[in-house]
């Protein structure tokens, strides 16, 4: 089992010098007086709590590169050669009609007031991180035009430079907020997609749900108890004293103390160059819980969806029964190792319950609820995922209680190529990774003039990010649609659990799945036994 080397990460941008490491300690085996680095013991002398966090922030994405013993690739998907499930009704399954762009890769989730996507994938939640902010254009009309949901993350609000709140500290206006909203809304492509806005501690404290329901109209309000990348409060760094201490002002915990003398004189020395601004860990109880639900149903909203992270059996089977009781609309688990902005490195790599197991945890828990006639709520599994096989795997491994996939840093990244792409371009630069594909944006976006024939000259008004991001979203359906007629199935609803078979016992074990040499045993059986071959 190839497991992540402590000590040395590009992301914490240290190397080990020796070739032999060993192994639990991620030291080298010969460690020398004199070194001149750069493993992170030899970097956090004299970087100290830099070093947690993966760098440089605000240019780069980070995810967790721990080997764990099963995982999707352990799954391998399951093709036939007859029967066909998921038409719509009165097409025949043969030849002529059960072509592969016959599948139809829509769902939809929620209970009263359903959103349906065009792909069964959305957006991790993008929220005060330096990337989100900066590429929001491009992520928020992105997702808008490929039909699916985008999800504005935590601190938003709070962290807006120009954020008005009234006397009782409740927010009065937030153009930051009101731009995400607006830009999202601006090329929705009802009745595909939604925007949800996330709340944490922070935002409640600040109001965020009643401004942007009463102000902004959102529909969807997303709770968060935690996510798949780390178990403590979001976190972003501040590069400017004055920065740090206002956002201290509004109740943020700040560190290092931006307030202390000591502190002030380092930023000046130029030793600390940056603060972390954190959140509040939650703490949640049932009562208070359902009381937040109505709270946000009697405010109009038309959706509640909770955000859970990688946590073990117990807070599991809180959030999926809480949210049965409350008739949440989505519930989406996000399990290790994840992928964000900012996560501490070794606690993103070491910290939580990994996707694979969280995921037949919760299709043990759900099969209970079930059973017991209970309701279940629409479930969406997110970490790690970047392909079309795992939108399969996840879909048929959850039947049929998941109805989408959670994606953080895959969404993201088609986002900033396409805006590079751009600047590019416009710079007379193109790497050779692109260059042979044509010099134009015409020439190198396949789907750009599908785009333009959408939405003629509007197309104009697009940024680049966002026809990476659709064009993304396009190779997913159809690679999808591949997978699933391969499968016969012709809609999101048909798959099953059994079209999935593991390649190791021990995957076996823990999903449920039948292992490669078990499945279909009994059919083979009784088809060498001279029983005829029936479609399932």
């Not at 830009?183 to 749900?209: C, K, L, S, W």
């Not at 964000?340 to 919760?362: H, K, N």
């Not at 959670?406 to 969404?411: I, S």
Request: some cysteine.
């Amino acid at each position: 089992m190839n497991l992540s080397r402590p000590n040395a990460n590009d992301v914490t941008q240290t190397a080990n010098r020796s070739r032999n490491v060993v192994p639990g300690s991620g030291i080298c085996s010969r460690c020398i007086d004199g070194c001149r680095g750069n493993c992170e013991v030899f970097k956090a002398t004299f970087r100290s709590r830099e070093v947690i966090y993966p760098g440089p922030f605000g240019d780069i994405t980070a995810g967790a590169d721990k080997d764990y013993p099963v995982d999707y690739s352990h799954l391998n998907i399951m093709g036939y050669a007859l029967g066909a499930e998921g038409l719509p009704a009165g097409v025949p399954g043969d030849s002529d009609h059960a072509v592969f762009p016959a599948v139809n890769t829509e769902t939809s989730y929620g209970v009263k007031s359903k959103v349906k996507m065009t792909v069964p994938v959305f957006t991790g939640a993008l929220g005060s991180t330096y990337v989100a902010h900066t590429n929001w254009e491009h992520f928020a009309v992105g997702a808008a035009i490929s039909g699916v949901t985008l999800v504005c993350g935590e601190n938003v609000c709070g962290i807006d430079p120009g954020l008005e709140l009234d006397s009782k500290g409740k927010i009065k206006e937030s153009p930051e907020m009101r731009r995400r909203v607006d830009t999202y809304r601006r090329f929705h492509q009802a009745p595909y997609g939604d925007i949800h806005v996330q709340m944490n501690v922070e935002d409640t404290r600040f109001g965020v749900a009643e401004y942007v329901i009463d102000k902004l109209g959102v529909k969807t309000i997303e709770l968060k108890w935690g996510q798949g990348a780390k178990c403590i409060g979001g976190e972003i760094k501040v590069k400017s004293l004055d920065r740090a201490l206002e956002l201290q002002r509004r109740g943020y915990i700040v560190t290092p103390d931006p307030s202390n003398p000591a502190m002030q004189a380092a930023f000046k020395d130029g030793a600390i160059k940056e603060f972390e601004r954190h959140s509040r860990l939650g703490f949640v109880d049932q009562q208070g819980f359902m009381n937040e639900v109505e709270r946000l149903r009697k405010l109009g909203a038309e959706r509640i969806t909770l955000k859970t992270g990688a946590y073990p059996m117990r807070e599991l089977a809180m959030a999926i029964k809480w949210c049965s009781d409350a008739k949440i609309d989505l519930l989406t688990i996000d399990g290790a190792p994840g992928g964000t902005g900012m996560s501490p490195w070794r606690m993103m790599q070491e910290w939580g319950v990994p996707t694979f197991y969280l995921q037949a945890m919760t299709n043990e828990l759900c099969g209970i609820l079930a059973k017991k006639g209970a309701f279940v709520p629409d479930i969406a599994i997110g970490g790690g995922f970047s392909t079309e096989d795992h939108i399969f795997k996840v879909l048929s491994m959850g039947a049929p209680y998941t109805k989408a996939v959670c994606m953080g840093r895959a969404l993201m990244i088609p986002g900033m190529v396409g805006k590079n792409i751009g600047l590019w371009i416009n710079a007379n630069d193109l790497p050779n990774t692109i260059a042979p594909f044509g010099t134009t944006k015409e020439q190198i976006f396949v789907c750009y003039e599908e785009l333009k024939a959408k939405f003629g000259n509007e197309i104009d008004t697009m940024p680049m990010g966002a026809i990476g991001i659709y064009s993304f979203s396009q190779k997913l359906r159809v690679g999808l649609q591949q997978l699933m007629a391969g499968s016969r199935r012709f809609c999101v609803n048909s798959m099953r659990r059994d079209d999935l078979v593991c390649l190791t016992e021990e995957a076996a074990k823990v999903s449920g799945l039948p292992y490669v040499m078990d499945a279909y045993r009994q059919e083979a059986m009784d088809i060498i036994n001279g029983k005829a071959v029936t479609a399932r």
